[in-house]
């Protein structure tokens, strides 16, 4: 099962979906594309069968983080 997470700034995460397929997951997740309503960073997570997360942060300012 994958999952996707996104919280902003140092609230608690406010957006939770599962994901019975790979694709669905990786699509959704590359569809955040910028900081939404954060007022200074947004944080989307995709976790994995295997327990890897990937994550990416986004800066109000613009710039954009992505972490493996």
Do not use: Q
């Amino acid at each position: 099962m994958y999952k996707i997470t996104c919280a902003y700034d140092s609230e608690p995460i406010h957006y939770i979906r599962e994901y019975e397929n790979e694709f669905g997951a990786w699509e959704n997740f590359f569809l955040f594309t910028d900081w939404g309503f954060a007022d200074e960073y947004s944080t989307v997570n995709l976790y994995t069968p295997t327990g890897k997360c990937y994550t990416k942060l986004f800066y109000r300012e613009g710039r954009r983080v992505v972490v493996k």
